[in-house]
């Protein structure tokens, strides 16, 4: 079967860094994404690694390592309304069907 | 605001009957995509469609069925309403299904079935 493994808290001290790891078991995959959902919010788009490697958008940088089934989002500068839940998910290349990990819940102390 | 409407925001029913939700996507965005989210899980994948046509389904129970309409916007109709139903309900809209593409969420229908 196909799953994405998030660990399911993380926290971290305001102004510090954080990665959130996400590793996959699936038979192929176009690429991985990540996104961003407050309580009682939608989620929101962060990033998108279709190739190995690093991406980085402001604050947050996504990684991307397909040999090692692995990705992660690294986010810098940690804020208060960083604290929230962050999902990892890819489309399946043989399939299209999309898969999201079950969710990192981030708290950020002061 | 992401541009993508959902109705309703709230719906409340009783075991056994019907209910519809309803997804306008953002002007230009012909891709439509239907999440069901849990307490406590994550986002399941239900079903996507494209201009109009299905283009990839999920684990959506056969008492599930969605449809998109020619002015883009998609309705998910859900039967026979079980305890286990209860959830949010997002839609999520891109350009066009592109891989990369970010997905514009709606901010949910919560059904809550009795």
């Known amino acids: 079967g196909q799953s994405l493994e998030q660990p399911s808290e993380v926290t971290a001290v305001e102004g510090a860094i954080v990665q959130i790891n996400c590793t996959y078991q699936t038979s192929g995959f176009y690429g991985l994404s990540w996104y961003q959902q407050h309580d009682g919010g939608a989620p929101t788009f962060l990033s998108y690694n279709g190739l190995d490697g690093l991406e980085e958008t402001g604050r947050f940088s996504s990684f991307l390592s397909r040999s090692d089934s692995y990705g992660y989002l690294l986010l810098q500068e940690l804020q208060m309304k960083d604290s929230a839940s962050y999902f990892c998910a890819v489309r399946g290349s043989r399939d299209d069907k999309i898969i999201f990990g079950k969710g990192t819940r981030l708290h950020i102390l002061p | 605001d992401s541009g993508v409407t959902q109705t309703p925001k709230h719906l409340i029913t009783a075991t056994g009957q019907r209910v519809t939700l309803r997804c306008s996507p953002r002007?230009?965005?012909?891709?439509v995509y239907w999440y069901q989210q849990s307490l406590d899980q994550g986002l399941q994948f239900l079903i996507h469609?494209?201009?109009?046509?299905?283009?990839a389904k999920g684990n959506i129970l056969e008492r599930f069925s969605a449809q998109q309409f020619p002015d883009l916007h998609s309705e998910l109709n859900l039967s026979s309403l079980e305890l286990g139903d209860s959830a949010l309900y997002f839609c999520a809209t891109d350009q066009d299904g592109g891989l990369g593409n970010e997905q514009f969420f709606g901010p949910g229908t919560r059904l809550t079935v009795l």
């Open positions: 469609y494209y201009n109009g046509e299905e283009r």
């Open positions: 002007s230009g965005d012909l891709s």
